[in-house]
């Protein structure tokens, strides 16, 4: 048996067509801020990417990059004037931010109903009791991945693995939603490949390469590769590339998971332009 790729770039692509449709019956396009106060590479091609498919989208959008000499209240101001201008409807504060600012406060002075990335308290705090919130983008791709492939997850065993913010732990909560019966694991779990081999669905997301190895995986199983590392100059996953060997479906690295995050900040910008204007928008 050999695996059905899910072709990220494709679904994220389809993601974004029915976002450009919905956005070109608006009144106005709905607009996105990136706030990016560092000097990370990476993360400037990140800001990029989004900007460039939000583009795509015909959402608006904006990158205020920061000089190394804002303080955290130079930085908290920024967000706060983006908080009550009416015309913004998203506000991304990329990570990591230079070392000497605080992440946590800046993300909690983001108006909860722009907070396109999900990271204030109030959104992790609303998904976690299954009300209206925004999640972040990763594993929310992950979800949507699924669902355009109508993969239902209602009542099979989901093992993820990786415990953070970002991706593992609103992956739980998502899935949860969904009626998954779920199971974490992380660095010191005791018996991660049990729980690995009892799963339906696996999301791999420890960012350690080819960490998921054939024989963890259960015939038939959906593996889904978050992780995303540099080897030899090479962009690799923590799924191992035989797994597709078992797998009813996996994801490929790069050209999975990645393009469906991007895709899904730009649809979280649509969802709060429509939530904040309801039926005038
Ligand atoms: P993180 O904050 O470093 O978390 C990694 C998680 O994996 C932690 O919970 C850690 O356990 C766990 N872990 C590490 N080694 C493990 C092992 N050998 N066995 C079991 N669990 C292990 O990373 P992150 O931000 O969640 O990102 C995870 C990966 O996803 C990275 O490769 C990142 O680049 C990638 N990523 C991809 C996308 C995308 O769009 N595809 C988006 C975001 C991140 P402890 O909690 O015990 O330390």
Known sequence: MSATVMDGRA??????????????????????????????????SYVRSKARLAAKAGID????????????EGLEA?????????GVDGILVQLPLY???NAQS????????????GFHPENVGRLWLG???????????????????????????????????????????LFLQRHASVTMVHSRSRDMV???RAADVI??????????????????????????????????????PDVAEVASFVTPTPGGTGPMTVAMVVKNTLLAYETRLGPNA
């Open 11 to 44: 679904t994220a692509a389809t993601v974004v067509a029915d976002v450009a449709s919905r956005v070109s019956t608006l009144k106005r396009p709905p607009k996105l801020v990136f706030v990016q106060a560092t000097d990370d590479a990476a993360s400037a």
């Open 61 to 72: 959008n904006e990158t205020l990059k920061l000089p190394p000499t804002v303080d955290q």
């Open 78 to 86: 920024t967000v706060r004037d983006l908080n009550v201008d009416d």
């Open 99 to 101: 070392p000497h600012l």
């Open 106 to 117: 800046i993300l909690e002075a983001i108006d909860p109903a722009k907070d396109v990335d």
């Open 131 to 173: 009300q209206a919130a925004w999640a972040p983008a990763t594993p929310q791709g992950v979800i949507e991945l699924l669902d355009r492939h109508a993969i239902d997850v209602a009542g099979v065993n989901v093992t993820i693995v990786g415990r953070s913010m970002l991706v593992g732990k609103p992956a739980a909560a």
């Open 194 to 196: 049990q729980h690995v």
């Open 203 to 240: 999301v791999a997301a420890a960012g350690r390469p080819g960490l998921i190895k054939r024989e963890m995986v259960k015939a038939g199983a959906v593996a889904i590769d978050v992780g995303q590392s540099m080897s030899d100059g090479a962009l690799v996953g923590d799924v191992a």
